[in-house]
């Protein structure tokens, strides 16, 4: 199964104090009821200086109307931890180090990881990166978690209680820390895979099985011995996300835009569906804040304040990754008389060093921790029998490297203009930003702190004795790649290479494979106009591209007589990955079994792992398509052949274990299923019964646009949790989805009401005006000064 960080949904250790052995599933959740949030009527919190309006929609989306800047973010932070506290609690912990304390020695290496991350700058720039009140912003916000967490008194929500402890105040710091940002800043672990293949096969070799886009004729540094650079780099990584579900290193999203000429309302028509993990409760969060300056609407993450995508009164936006490459691994030469001590340009320069401390459960005093940085940055491995320190170099650790704060300036820009000078507090994660006004503008930024390298293309770790390979500064706004208002009258992005010919700069050479992108593309070109109606169905595309083209090439192998009935279903298949496909199961088996076997005893196994694997299907196609001897050796269409029959005779086999020997049964939806687990399930059956949703069945892979990433059980595992679809004719048009609720507190009515609107494909009205706001509501809250 994978795993993946920054979820924060952990496998909680029952707390015999606090679990009774004896509760069923329905007294679980009266116990949880008891405790839920208020949310109608009036609450008085100190620290407010007027009165906030809350007006929770029929789906949970909370609505809050401010009369100042402060008052709107204090609001915020209060509402969303009323919805997700102990999420908040647990966000907030892994960011900035601090899991020990309730799940002991088994978390010390993952809070030591979390600190080495951690922002170690001048202060003032980490604040005005983001736009210049974000200091302002983040005290209002976290002071509005704190009250809340004060009006609680004992009266803790449940999860709290069956856990054992009690939820922690915030500082504005909080929000800064970089564990959300550093797993999406991947490209530092495929340095470490890469450096593994050529290692083990050699870099022409390296080249052929794991090649670039554009091709590099990548290698070590002249006299350098990869050797040294092995998986154990990543010990403290997979120590700081091996609880937390784990997707692989490129995230996959979809966005696009289409102007007024190719909209049935006249004016753009703007789709965004960012893919993260399936979790409980989700990682995304929906809001609506309006205040004096601000009046924006859309899906952010809980713990910070502000939306992430969505729109205000005059653009709309929203994102999908990039890759642009925003990492570096720097390999240190070491003292051996002193480890502390790394080679600069021939001389031995002191390590920076930073004692810390953790609190730990079970022991009475502090751990002593001692944090070790180079000038490249934090140590994240070091063998000191071998004399060597590896060093990560990464955007974090410059100012303005906390994940998606940037969009506190993005929020609040009315035009194109403002929208580009915005952009530039977009550090991390790299987005590709699309972007539409109601002036009828249409656009993309491919939106990061883009380092500019010398001497290396950032492929490889690098020696850091020299200074060789010193990043040269980053890439200004104007030099990203962008487009606004193209001729083609529409943009698309899928984290696929959408560079514009001729871009003449170097920020990434691996991207994801691009069939959700064509697809996308084959529908945007399809029909002269499109509604909303039609964004809808695209973002729910289910068409699987790579099973259309593997279909293909089946027809020109032969088969033995008795894989001849499903070697005809899968070459009749018309590629699409619905739940009742009957092709579904067959062909998702048979590419497992292909990317298996075909890179097997081509890759070592630590270079095809999640944490930088290196398998691509875009190069496996290529191969089965047109094979070549350096793939296939000396009859390559023959090899190529038997790795077909091998292949599909395995994937026969499995899935008639699964699904029964008759294929007239296969459906894709009942193997490919989408379950929801509460990181409390853990603590006994009764509690996974009263907290867990679904499953529920799911069509589409990770290759549709429907992108429903599954693990080698077939359960979904990554996907779009949230998804808009905006008209900006009319801001009160759009729609939007979520799962599985806005609330993460078993027991209310907001805990799990979106997962069958999301299972089924449907949408809800992404109320804007107060008008429609006023239809739609469902809670009416306010919240007054003490």
């Known amino acids: 199964m994978r795993r993946i960080c920054f979820v924060l949904f952990v496998a909680i250790v029952p707390m015999t104090s606090s679990v009774p052995a004896t509760e069923t599933p329905e007294q679980i959740l009266a116990k949880a009821k008891s405790v839920l949030a208020q949310l109608d009527g009036e609450i008085k919190l100190p620290g407010l200086s007027q ?14 109307y401010a009369q100042n800047q402060r008052d709107l973010f204090f609001a915020q932070g209060v509402v969303a931890a009323q919805d997700r506290l102990f999420q908040l609690d647990l966000w907030r912990r892994v960011a900035i180090g601090e899991t020990a304390e309730i799940f002991g020695e088994e978390a010390i290496a993952a809070d030591r990881f979390a600190k080495l991350m951690l922002y170690r700058g001048n202060m003032q720039p980490e604040w005005q990166s983001y736009s210049p009140d974000t200091q302002e912003i983040a005290t209002a916000f976290t002071a509005g978690i704190n009250a809340y967490i004060d009006s609680l008194g004992e009266r803790l929500p449940i999860e709290f209680q069956l856990a054992g402890y009690r939820p922690q105040k915030w500082r504005p710091e909080d929000i800064l820390g970089r564990m959300s940002g550093v797993i999406m800043v991947a490209n530092w672990q495929r340095e470490v895979s890469r ?46 996300t091996r609880v937390l579900k784990f997707t692989p290193s490129t995230t996959e999203s979809n966005n696009w835009v289409v102007d007024g000429t190719l909209s049935a309302s006249g004016k753009p028509l703007l ?9 409980l409760p989700s990682l995304r969060y929906l809001v609506h804040l309006h205040a004096p300056g ?71 005093e502090p751990l002593p921790v001692e944090l070790r940085f180079t000038r490249h940055g934090p140590v994240v491995h070091q063998d000191e029998s071998k004399h060597v320190a590896i060093a990560l170099k990464w955007i974090g650790s410059e100012p303005g490297g906390a994940a998606y704060l940037g969009a506190l300036a993005v929020a609040r820009a009315q035009n194109k203009e403002q929208f580009l000078t915005a952009i530039d507090a977009c550090k991390v994660p790299s987005e590709n930003f699309v972007y539409a006004d109601v002036d009828g503008n249409i656009g993309w930024v491919a939106a990061a702190e883009t380092p500019i390298r010398k001497g290396h293309d950032g492929l490889l770790p690098v020696p850091g004795g020299s200074s060789d390979y010193e990043w040269q500064g980053f890439r200004s706004v104007s030099e990203l790649p962008q487009k606004f208002n193209p001729p083609e009258h529409w943009i698309a992005t899928a ?77 009749e298949w018309d590629g699409v990955l619905a739940v009742d496909s009957q092709a579904g199961p067959l062909y998702a088996a048979w590419l497992q079994e292909l990317m298996k076997a075909a890179y097997a005893d081509r890759m070592p ?23 070549s001897s350096a793939w296939f050796g000396a009859n390559p269409v023959q090899a190529r052949d038997e790795l077909i029959r091998s292949t599909l005779t395995a994937a026969t086999t499995r899935v008639r274990k699964l699904l029964g020997d008759d294929p007239a049964q296969w459906r894709w939806g009942k193997l490919h299923t989408a379950w929801l687990e509460h990181p409390l399930a853990s603590l006994s059956p009764d509690h996974a ?59 209310s009515p907001h805990y799990g009401d979106l997962l069958p609107l999301w299972a089924e494909g449907k949408y809800f009205p992404l109320a804007f005006s107060r008008a429609k706001v006023e239809e739609v509501t469902f809670h009416r809250l306010r919240l007054l000064p003490r």
């Not at 789709?271 to 979790?279: E, F, K, T």
């Not at 790579?546 to 005809?568: F, H, S």
């Open 605 to 627: 196994a630590d270079a095809r792992t999640e944490r930088g694997d290196l398998r691509s299907i875009s190069t496996l196609l290529a191969q089965l398509e047109m094979p």
């Open 195 to 240: 450096a593994r293949l050529v290692a083990t096969v050699g870099a022409e070799k390296a080249r052929q099985i794991a090649p670039t886009d554009p091709p590099r004729e990548f290698g070590p540094a002249a006299g350098f011995d990869l050797s040294c650079v092995t998986t154990d780099v990543l010990g403290g990584y997979i120590a700081a």
């Open 51 to 64: 009165p906030v309006e809350v007006l929770r929609d029929r789906w949970g989306v909370p609505h809050i």
């Open 271 to 279: 789709a965004s569906d960012p893919h993260r993990s399936i979790v």
């Open 294 to 364: 601000w009046n924006v609407i859309g899906s952010g993450e809980p713990a910070l304040p502000g939306i992430a995508l969505g729109h205000n009164e005059k653009i709309a936006w929203g994102f999908t990754i990039v890759g642009t490459d925003q990492s570096d691994l720097f390999v240190e030469e070491t003292n051996p008389a002193d480890p502390r001590q790394y080679k600069v340009n021939g001389k031995w320069e002191p390590m920076r060093i930073v004692q810390d401390t953790l609190k730990v459960k079970g022991r009475k």
């Open 689 to 747: 019964a009263a907290f867990n949703l679904g499953p529920v069945p799911r069509a589409g892979d990770s290759h549709t646009p429907l992108n429903t990433r599954h693990d080698d059980n077939f359960r979904q595992v990554h996907g779009a949790a949230y998804r808009q679809v905006l008209d900006l004719a009319d801001w009160d048009r759009g729609l939007a989805t979520s799962t599985p609720g806005q609330s993460g507190q078993p027991g």
């Open 495 to 571: 984290n696929s290479k959408i560079l514009p010919p001729g871009y003449p700069h170097e920020i990434a050479y691996e991207w994801a494979a691009p069939h959700r992108y064509q697809r996308i593309r084959e529908r945007l070109t399809a029909q002269p106009k499109f509604t909303l109606a039609d964004f809808q169905s695209i973002q729910h595309e289910s068409t699987s591209l790579p099973g259309k083209a593997l279909g293909a090439i089946l027809k020109n192998v032969e088969v033995p007589a008795e894989l001849a009935p499903l070697r005809k279903l899968l070459t």
